[in-house]
């Protein structure tokens, strides 16, 4: 499995120097040609598109953020001193002024505006001078002589988190409301005094700034390095993230995505296994081509592309496709970072241009970080005339009001901007152009959009066009209006009753935005219309704000639900809804009393009783209980068992158990249905029911027993604990004991007797080889605070087979436990030798000529996907695979060829960020490792290095500290090295133009293969393979992974030799947010058959469907002679259909 920073070892040769020496040497298989000239002629441009050079170094040196002012000048800052400012270097990082004074897309003049700044990542004009985000602070910086230089400075803001040099305050950007946005990411904490209180921002998110008035809020929260955010031309705000993974994220307000401290739930991005991207900006013009106008841009910069993605409406929400590249390059040096539109119609690009792009991954001193260069591309339409420069400063009220009907966004808001800064003067003027508007106008109802953005801008309330606004015919124009009477509502008259309007609305976005303003209210009437939406159709975009508006209203409307005094006006929906959203113990009496008078709909019980068994107290769970031990009842077995599980879960955690008779849970471990028993398994262990006893031994004993309700079983008898347990598992744990029970029962053993259990785990050290058996076997000891130990005491004077030893070390690093002495005891043990991994320059340089030479991608990608390689259980390519590790897809165009090396020979020596363990200890003396997704004020979330979300109650951790990477050693141990120089060159291809690009298509790369266990096969021999696949019961799915180029190879697929020859199953998933017909493409469909959501549908090259919302089944039955090379399966759309889906990745 390769884990964090490329999650796999490599063992070449024994290191004869250290890595500090190694930098002069490597220098020349990395740095390409800096000739600006000969960059250029490197990319390969969107047809119909050129590319020139605006501005470049030796006066340009690293831009990393630019705005263009209302004079059309374009603004940059830049660091020479990033990533970290050496001892005693003076900071002198700049804010520059680029002008292209003659109108020929070159800039004759370059002006130091204001330096001496420490690595400023933020700039945007505005109020008379430019605000920069420089370190801590937001300042403002002014030029009151007007020779050119700022010689006032201002500190506006303070109190930004500087944890991490670029997750900092960055990308600033005026809003259409007059309000400056800029962005933080993940590891930074702010706490900003303003004259209106302390504001805090604990983590990635988007603040939204008033400088006028001082007024500071949070408008998104989350996401891991959110360096681009932009407005579409109806106010809808997007995100990109340069860490994260989902491409464009559509910004609600208040929301809460990926990363966000406290989150218990969060809004996904629109592009899942996405790769990381910076900046973003709407494009939009005369200029440009119609097809490209509403796209936005952004770029790939570890790909060393600039992207294009298409937003489409989708319900409340909307859809996002990527389109072929604007620019893409084999430079490995060009960096994009940023795109603006300029105000001749252009495209702007800044090009960080760096050949090393690791923040903390590589060497903060690595000489070949660049310091000195950087460019600024300009991209124009052939054949098509440039934009006139709008002259704007100066210009007469009217005239700027004029300059509202434009078709370029530019040219609207920096008109807007001017008038701003004219303050309320301009209203009259104002007033009059909105009354002689031409209603007959296309363009009418978004002319008068602008203004009242407008009125926002210069802070004016007008609430008769307002008004007009949200009864308006075009639904985006009426969302717009929705968000501007939420920021106004606390100067409005009656905001609520004006949102009763609008969350009835017929436009599902209109609803959205009106359940988000009413989240403002803090009365009982705000959550009951907010909870009336629910009374319409919902999308996944509609049910997480109402979610959200529930939860943020809970200390208002819950109080009064507990007293009686309020109830949805009787709409049991919409309590339980809200109840279910609030997620706090408060919630448990109003859904046990409306359980009680079954007031509750049957498709909703089986989710209210979860909530009632993760929250109630002993008299609640028993109610729960009762339900759960119903056969017939209104609950499946499935939702049967998950009661029962939260129940044990509650035991668990909470220390609450049902009252009553608990012994009853015994009846359900008769075999019938295994997920039942293996629940009622676990409750009888947490709950130690004597009675159960019997049964469960003789469940751990019969050789029909499932491995997976075998594991539960001896788990359970080994959690109720006293002599007759440890007998019990001992006995199982025997040497003559069979092999999966006797494994089983050790791993039990261990919570109970963990020096005896050691020893037999020696013991059945000596007899295993298969790599997962040895990791199953140890991972019990790693979980406890005294298994390292006992298992370091059993080694003494015991020897294993090196290839066991290795995999035991292998275990124990992974674990992120730094157990040395059982690793030494492990190593004398399996006789191994005890060498560095960290290879000499010489090594180095050798083994890198030899992955250039000798080195073959296309065998190198069958060694990653090997099965004992395990590398996609960690890690995703465009989101296929595990999330463990990050996401590979750009990692070859991103990562020098020795990061690579670096990172599988030392994987803690530098591991990207977010990536980095956690060791948690509990009170119940168990050691928990795992990446930390987020945490709330109740639970710590960590993801483990098996990929499962743990839930950790933060009142049971004793102590916590970070520990290195979650990569095992000693992974490509097998490997051959020609097999290993393969493999490194198939990662150092990955993102780069050619084979290991990835496509754009909506191609299937996550499936499920079908395993033909026994009772598969006699399913199918029984039934017959229609029936089986109709009938649900085939279940032994397991992940299966397409190539890069989207083709599962045929090999992946399990063959079954019993059913007219052999054949086998693959499954795929797609999820329908809007319905509508929809497109399946195969490549030859000769040898196949096709299920959708298990029922037989004609197989032809092109299937069009015509799916409802939801997550939908494809599954393909292959005959295996007639599919030599694999399969390829793409989502399309259907032309003219108003359908949206997507292709399910994961692991």
């Known amino acids: 499995m390769i884990r964090n920073r490329l999650f796999f070892i490599l063992s070449v040769c024994v290191a004869l120097g250290a890595a500090s020496s190694t930098f002069a040497q490597r220098a020349p298989f990395e740095i390409p040609d800096p000739d600006p000239e000969v960059e250029r002629k490197s990319f390969i441009v969107a047809d119909g598109f050129e590319v020139n050079l605006f501005a470049a170094d030796p006066i340009l040196a690293k831009p990393i953020q630019m705005n263009f002012d209302p004079q059309g000048r374009l603004w940059v800052v830049s660091s020479e001193v990033y990533p970290q400012i050496k001892p005693g270097q003076t900071a002198n990082d700049k804010v520059l002024v680029l002008e292209d004074r003659d109108g020929d897309g070159r800039a004759e003049k370059t002006s130091v505006f204001a330096d001496g700044l420490l690595i400023p990542t933020g700039v945007e004009p505005g109020d008379g001078g430019v605000y920069v985000a420089n370190s801590t602070e937001l300042l403002h910086f002014a030029d009151t002589d007007n020779d050119g230089k700022a010689d006032r400075r201002r500190v506006v803001l303070s109190g930004f988190g500087t944890e991490d040099t670029h997750h900092i305050l960055h990308t600033l950007r005026w809003g259409y409301d007059g309000m400056l946005y800029f962005n933080q990411s993940i590891y930074i904490h702010s706490h900003i005094e303003t004259p209106h209180g302390v504001r805090r921002l604990g983590g990635g998110g988007i603040w939204r700034f008033r400088p006028e008035t001082m007024e500071l809020d949070v408008f998104i929260r989350g996401l891991v390095n959110p360096w681009g955010h932009h407005f579409d031309r109806w106010g809808q705000s997007f995100a990109t993230d340069g860490a994260g993974g989902e491409g464009i994220n559509y910004c609600l307000p208040g929301a809460y995505y ?34 490209w106008s509403g796209s936005i841009v952004t770029s790939d910069f570890r790909g060393n592309r600039v992207c294009r993605f298409v937003l489409s409406e989708d319900g409340a929400g909307y859809a996002s496709r990527e389109q072929p590249e604007l620019i893409k390059t084999k430079h490995m040096a060009f960096r994009p970072i940023d795109a603006k539109m300029g105000p001749d119609g252009a495209i702007y690009i800044a090009d960080w241009y760096n050949p090393i792009i690791q923040h903390g991954e590589v060497d903060f001193r690595d000489p070949r970080r660049d310091h000195t260069r950087g460019r600024i591309w300009r991209v124009t339409a052939k054949g098509r005339p440039l934009v006139e420069r709008p002259k704007l400063v100066g210009a007469s009220t009217e005239a700027l009001l004029a300059a509202l009907k434009a078709p370029e966004d530019w040219t609207r808001q920096n008109a807007r901007m001017v008038l701003k800064e004219r303050g309320k003067s301009i209203i009259p003027a104002l007033k009059d152009w909105v009354a002689k508007l031409d209603s007959n106008d296309p363009d009418a109802e978004h002319q008068r959009l602008e203004a009242l953005w407008t009125y926002q801008a210069i802070n004016e309330v007008e609430s008769d066009l307002l008004a007009t606004l949200l009864r308006s015919n075009d639904p985006r124009v009426r969302a717009a209006a929705t968000r501007v009477a939420s920021q106004w509502q606390t100067r409005l008259a009656d905001p609520v009753a004006t949102m009763a309007q609008q969350v009835i609305d017929d436009h599902p976005r209109v609803r959205l935005e009106a359940v988000r303003a009413l989240g403002l209210f803090p009365t009982t009437q705000a959550a009951e219309l907010a909870m009336s939406a629910l009374d319409r159709p919902i999308d996944r975009f509609l049910d997480y704000a109402i979610w959200l508006t529930a ?16 109830d949805f006006k009787g709409h049991i929906g919409h309590l339980v809804f809200a109840l279910q959203a609030n997620g706090s113990s408060g919630v448990v009496k109003p859904l046990v009393e409306s359980l009680r008078a079954s007031k509750i709909p049957k498709e909703q019980v089986s989710g209210v009783l979860t909530t009632v068994a993760t929250l109630g107290d002993p008299g609640d769970l028993a109610m729960v209980l009762d339900l759960a031990l119903v056969e017939g009842g209104s609950s499946t077995h499935g939702q049967r068992a998950t009661l029962l599980e939260t129940l044990a879960k509650a035991a668990r955690q909470r220390k609450v158990q049902p009252t009553g008779d608990l012994n009853r849970v015994a009846s359900l471990l008769d075999g019938k249905d295994e997920a039942l028993s293996r629940a009622a398994a676990e409750a009888a262990g947490v709950w130690k029911l004597e009675s159960a006893r019997p ?11 499932s491995p997976t309700l075998a594991r539960v079983v001896v788990d359970a008898l080994a959690e109720m604990g006293g002599p007759q347990s440890r007998t019990e598992l001992e006995r199982l744990a025997a040497p003559d004991a069979p092999g999966q029970t006797q494994a089983l029962a050790i791993s039990a053993l261990a919570s109970i007797d963990p020096n005896g259990a050691s020893q037999r785990a020696i013991e059945r050290l000596t007899k295993t080889t298969e790599p997962a ?19 370091t005491a059993a080694l003494a004077g015991k020897t294993l087979p090196s290839d066991v030893a290795k995999v035991a070390i292998r275990a124990v690093r992974a674990s992120g436990r730094p157990e040395e002495k059982l690793v030494e005891a ?35 990608e069958e060694v990653f996907r090997r099965k004992d390689m395990s590398c996609l259980k960690c890690h995703a390519i465009v989101g296929a695979g595990g999330q463990v590790g990050p996401s590979l897809e750009s990692i070859g165009a991103s990562a020098p060829a020795d990061y690579l090396v670096d990172s599988i020979l030392l994987p803690s020596k530098a591991i990207k960020e977010n990536y980095h363990a956690l060791v948690v200890a509990t009170s119940d003396g168990k050691i928990i490792t795992g990446i930390k997704l987020r945490q709330t004020e109740s639970d710590l979330i960590l993801r483990d290095a098996e990929d499962q979300e743990l839930t950790i109650p933060v009142a049971t951790i004793e ?42 298509a909506r191609v299937v790369r996550r499936w ?20 089986a696949i109709e009938s649900g019961e085939l279940r032994s799915w397991t992940p299966a992974y397409s190539r890069v180029s989207g083709l599962l190879p045929i090999e992946a697929l399990k063959p079954f030799g019993s059913y007219q020859g052999a054949f086998g199953m693959a499954r795929a998933e797609i999820e329908v947010t809007t319905p509508g017909p929809l497109k399946l493409t195969f490549n030859p469909v000769a040898g196949m058959k096709l299920w959708i959501d298990n029922k037989k549908v004609e197989l032809k090259p092109e299937v069009v469907l015509d799916l409802p919302t939801g997550v939908h089944t494809v599954t393909l039955g292959v005959d295996l002679s007639k599919r030599p090379d694999g399969i390829v399966c793409t989502l399309e759309d259907e032309p003219g259909s108003p359908a949206r889906a997507r292709v399910l990745v994961g692991k």
């Open 258 to 291: 990926l990363t966000a401290p406290d989150a218990t739930r969060i809004l996904q991005g629109l592009n899942p296994g996405s790769p990381k991207h910076c900046g973003a900006e709407f494009v939009s013009g005369r200029h440009l081509p119609e097809s």
């Open 959 to 1000: 102590e916590q500290k970070p520990a290195g990477s979650l990569m095992p050693a000693n992974l490509t141990d097998p490997l051959t090295r020609p097999e290993l120089l393969d493999l490194v060159r198939f990662l150092s291809e990955l993102g780069k133009i050619g084979p290991y690009s990835v496509s754009k």
């Open 551 to 566: 939860r943020e209203l809970a200390p208002t409307w819950l109080p009064e639900v507990q007293a009686g005094r309020f």
């Open 826 to 860: 492990l190593t004398s043990a399996g006789q191994l030798a005890s060498a560095s991994a960290e290879l000499s320059p010489e090594q180095m340089k050798d083994f890198l000529a030899d992955v250039a030479r000798l080195g073959d991608a296309k065998r190198g």
């Open 1008 to 1027: 499920r293969v079908l395993e033909p266990t026994p009772k598969e096969a006699l399913t199918i021999q029984h039934s017959g393979l229609d029936a």
């Open 773 to 791: 058996a040895v990791e199953s076997l140890l991972a019990r000891f790693l979980q406890l605070r005294t298994g390292p130990a006992a298992l």
């Open 695 to 705: 049964r469960l031994v003789e469940l751990a004993n019969a050789k029909t027993t």
